[in-house]
C-alpha cells in the first residue's frame, strides 16, 4: 500500500513588482526538515485516518508552518499528485495551490523543520532539489502566469 500525504504550495505576492513582469512579484514558501538530508520543501504530511486529503494538506500547513486555513485563499483549478519511493515504499504526494492573504504572516516552525524562506521560482528550484518538485514549482509558476 502507497503511503499518501498531502500539502500546499504556498505562495506570496511582493507589492514591489514592476506591473509589466507580474511573474516576478510572486514567492514561494519552502520548509527545511530538521531531519534527514535537511532537504527542502512545501508543508506537507501523513493522511491521518478519517481525514479528507484536503483536510489533511490544511494542518498540516497550520502546523508546520503556523499558517490557519483563514489566512490563506486555496486557487482553484490546481491539484497535482507526485508519486516517488521513500525507504523502498512508493509514495504519493497531493498538493494543493494557495495564495498568502496577508504577504507579512508570520510563519512559525515546528520541531520538524529549522528554516523556511520566501522564494522566487529560480531560487526555489535549487533548494527543491528532486527534479519532480522542480517541474511541479515550474508548472505552478506557469499556471499562475496564465492566469494574470
Known amino acids: 500500500m502507497a503511503v499518501r500525504a498531502c500539502g500546499l504550495i504556498i505562495y506570496r505576492r511582493l507589492q514591489s513588482a514592476p506591473s509589466s513582469k507580474v511573474t516576478d512579484g510572486i514567492e514561494y514558501l519552502l520548509l527545511q526538515t530538521s531531519y534527514g538530508t535537511h532537504h527542502w520543501t ?5 493522511v491521518d485516518p478519517g ?11 497550520q502546523e508546520e508552518a503556523g499558517l490557519q ?3 490563506l485563499t486555496l486557487v482553484e ?11 523502498g515504499k512508493p509514495k504519493t504526494v497531493t498538493y494543493w ?3 498568502m492573504k496577508d504577504r507579512n504572516t508570520e510563519i512559525k516552525l515546528s520541531e520538524e ?6 522564494l522566487r521560482l529560480e531560487d526555489a528550484c535549487r533548494f527543491a532539489e528532486y527534479e519532480d518538485m522542480q517541474a511541479m514549482l515550474k508548472e505552478v509558476h506557469q499556471f499562475l502566469c496564465s492566469k494574470e
Open 42 to 46: 512545501p508543508p506537507k504530511g501523513h
Open 51 to 61: 481525514e479528507d486529503d484536503l483536510q489533511t494538506a490544511f494542518r498540516e500547513t
Open 97 to 99: 495551490l494557495a495564495e
Open 69 to 71: 486555513a483563514s489566512q
Open 113 to 118: 523543520h529549522q528554516a523556511f524562506q520566501w
Open 77 to 87: 483549478g490546481y491539484k497535482k499528485e507526485l508519486h516517488y519511493p521513500v525507504h
